[in-house]
C-alpha cells in the first residue's frame, strides 16, 4: 500500500514567487492535515480536511496561504506571494476515518522551501 | 490551549547508553500522546503511543508511560544503537469537533556514536 507521497521534496524560489506544493495521502485516508516546521522549531499546525471540506484552517498564517483538496482526494498548498518567513518544511499527514481511532497520523516526507 | 514540551537537543550518547528525553503537556481534555521519529531522510512515522493514562507504549526497545498526575510521557531506552540517531517528536492528540488535532514539540534530535 502506498504511502504518502509529497511533492515536490525541494523548492527553492524567489521573494514574491508562487509556489503550489501537492500532497497525495493514503488511499481512503478522509483526513487530511498539513502541518509546517520552521527552523527546527515544533512542527505547528496549518489546516485539516476532512474529504472535500476545510475542518479547521486555524493555524494558516496569512491570506497568502491556500489550501485546496478537490474531490477529497490529493491535495494542494498554494503559497502566493512568498516570503521569506515562508521557507520551512511542509509536511502532509493523513488518518483513517473521521471521528474513529487515536488521532494517528501517516506522514508524508516533507517539502522544503527555501524562499530567497 | 494544548501544548507540548520536550527538551531541547541535541543529544549525544555512545552507543549501548540509556537514553531519556523528557515530555510535558498540558491539555484540557484527555488527549492520546504520541511519540514520533525522523530518520534522517525520511518522513515523521509514528513510534509508540498511549491513548490513555498509565498506559505503557513500547517499540523497537522504546518506552514511554502516560502519566496523568505529572502530564508527562517521557521516552526511554535502555540501550542505544547508532541507527537510532534521528529526531524524535512527543506529541498529544485530542479529539475536537472534525475528528482530532495533533500538537507537537519542538523535536528532539539525537546522535549515538559507535
Known amino acids: 500500500e502506498a504511502g504518502v507521497t509529497q511533492f515536490p521534496s525541494h523548492s527553492v524560489i524567489e521573494k514574491g514567487q508562487t509556489v503550489t506544493l501537492r500532497c497525495d495521502p493514503i488511499s481512503g485516508h478522509d483526513n487530511l492535515y498539513w502541518y509546517r516546521r520552521v527552523m527546527g522549531k515544533e512542527i505547528k499546525f496549518l489546516l485539516h480536511?476532512?474529504?472535500?471540506?476545510?475542518?479547521?484552517e486555524s493555524g494558516m498564517p496569512n491570506n497568502r496561504f491556500l489550501a485546496e483538496r478537490t474531490g477529497g482526494t490529493y491535495s494542494t498548498l498554494k503559497v502566493q506571494p512568498a516570503e521569506l518567513e515562508d521557507s520551512g518544511v511542509y509536511f502532509c499527514?493523513?488518518?483513517?476515518?473521521?471521528?474513529?481511532?487515536?488521532?494517528?497520523?501517516?506522514f508524508g516526507e516533507g517539502s522544503r522551501l527555501t524562499v530567497l | 490551549g494544548d501544548s507540548v514540551t520536550q527538551m531541547e537537543g541535541p543529544v549525544t550518547l555512545s552507543e549501548e547508553a540509556f537514553l531519556t528525553i523528557n515530555c510535558t503537556y498540558t491539555a484540557t481534555g484527555y488527549p492520546s500522546l504520541f511519540w514520533y521519529v525522523q530518520y534522517p531522510g525520511e518522513g515523521l512515522q509514528l513510534l509508540l503511543k498511549a491513548t490513555k493514562a498509565d498506559d505503557k507504549g513500547s517499540n523497537k526497545g522504546f518506552e514511554a508511560t502516560y502519566r496523568k498526575e505529572t502530564t508527562s510521557f517521557h521516552l526511554e531506552k535502555g540501550s542505544v544503537q547508532v541507527s537510532d540517531s534521528a529526531v524524535y517528536f512527543c506529541?498529544?492528540?485530542?479529539?475536537?469537533?472534525?475528528?482530532?488535532?495533533?500538537?507537537f514539540g519542538a523535536g528532539t534530535r539525537l546522535f549515538v556514536k559507535a
Open positions: 480536511f476532512v474529504k472535500e471540506s476545510k475542518q479547521d
Open positions: 506529541a498529544l492528540s485530542a479529539r475536537n469537533t472534525g475528528g482530532f488535532k495533533t500538537i
Open positions: 499527514a493523513s488518518s483513517q476515518v473521521a471521528g474513529r481511532g487515536t488521532g494517528e497520523l501517516f
